[in-house]
C-alpha cells in the first residue's frame, strides 16, 4: 500500500503523530546481559536490539562476521543475526545474506578507527547483535546499541558513535526539489521514501558512517544530511544520560557496600 504523504504540508504531522524534526522514543539499558563482557539493550520506537561485546580476547580466526584489524591492533569482529519474528514477513537471513553482511561490515569499519584498537594488539573485540524487532533505522540501532554496549565493557574509544535516519517528503520519482527532510523514519517511510543514515563521533558534526540505499536528487541530499547530523546530537545526550545513570548505580552499590 503507497505512502500517502498528502497529509505532510497540510497538518505537518507524520503518521505516527510526529513532526518532522522529533525522533521516536528511545529506550537503552546497560548491562542487560551479566555474563557478557559488556552489553545493552536499545529501542529506536519499535526497532529492538540486544547486543553483547566479548573481549579483548587473543585472537581467533575470522569467520563470517565482518571484521577489521591487523596485527598491531585489535580485530573488531561484528556478528549480527535477525530474529525470523523481528520483520512481517517473518523470513530468517541465512549466515550468507548479503543485508546482513553489509550490516557487519560498515559497523566494523566504523568502531575500528573509533576504538583504541592499538592498545590491544593481536586480539579480538567481538561485537554480537540480536536483532529482535524492525521498525526502520535498523542501521542506527545496531551503531547506537553498540555503542553502548562498547562503553559497558571498558574498551577505551574515542567518543560516542550516534546514528540516526533523514529522509525526504517526496520519492525520487516526483522530481520535487522543494521537498521538506525528515528525521528517524520508521519502517512504512523507509519503504516509500528516499533515505540515509549518518553517524557522528561525539558531540561534534564528524561524520563517521555515511549510508545511503535509495535514489534522492542531489539537491535534496544537503538537508537531509543536516537533519540527520543534529539529530545525532539529540541521540548523543539520550545515550549519554544512559550512561550516566548507570554509572551513579554502579558508584551507589560500591559506596552502600
Known amino acids: 500500500m503507497p505512502l500517502d504523504t498528502s ?3 497540510l497538518a505537518l504531522l507524520r503518521l505516527d503523530g510526529r513532526r518532522w524534526n522529533e525522533l521516536r522514543r528511545i529506550h537503552a ?30 585472537e ?35 549466515r550468507g545474506d548479503k543485508r546482513t553482511s553489509e550490516l557487519q561490515s560498515t559497523i566494523a569499519s566504523a568502531f575500528a578507527t573509533t576504538l583504541f584498537t592499538n592498545l590491544y594488539p593481536r586480539s579480538t573485540i567481538t561485537i554480537s547483535l540480536h ?6 533505522s535498523l542501521l542506527a540501532a545496531c551503531l547506537n546499541a553498540a555503542t553502548l554496549a562498547l562503553i559497558d565493557a571498558g574498551i577505551p574509544m574515542a567518543d560516542y558513535i550516534v546514528a540516526c535516519t533523514a529522509g525526504s517528503t517526496s ?18 517511510e523507509e519503504q516509500e521514501l528516499p533515505f540515509l543514515t549518518v553517524g557522528t563521533v561525539g558531540a561534534q558534526e564528524k561524520v563517521s558512517v555515511l549510508v545511503m540505499e535509495t535514489r534522492v536528487q542531489i539537491g535534496r541530499v544537503e538537508g537531509m544530511l543536516a537533519v540527520g547530523v543534529d539529530g545525532c546530537k539529540q541521540v548523543r545526550e539520550i545515550l549519554d544520560g544512559v550512561v550516566r545513570r548507570q554509572g551513579k548505580i554502579m558508584l551507589g552499590t560500591r559506596v552502600s557496600q
Open 29 to 58: 539499558q546497560i548491562s542487560s546481559q551479566a555474563a557478557a563482557d559488556g552489553s545493552s539493550y536499545l529501542e529506536m520506537g519499535h526497532t529492538k536490539v540486544l547486543c553483547t561485546v566479548a573481549g579483548p580476547a587473543e
Open 60 to 94: 581467533r580466526r575470522r569467520g563470517a562476521g565482518g571484521g577489521a584489524g591487523s596485527d598491531e591492533k585489535a580485530s573488531v569482529v561484528v556478528e549480527v543475526s535477525v530474529a525470523g519474528f523481528s520483520g512481517v514477513d517473518r523470513k530468517r537471513r541465512g
Open 7 to 9: 497529509t505532510y504540508a
Open 131 to 136: 536483532v529482535l524487532a524492525q521498525d526502520g
Open 171 to 188: 520519492a525520487y520519482s516526483s522530481d520535487d526539489e522543494s521537498a521538506d527532510p525528515l528525521l528517524d523514519l520508521n519502517g512504512i
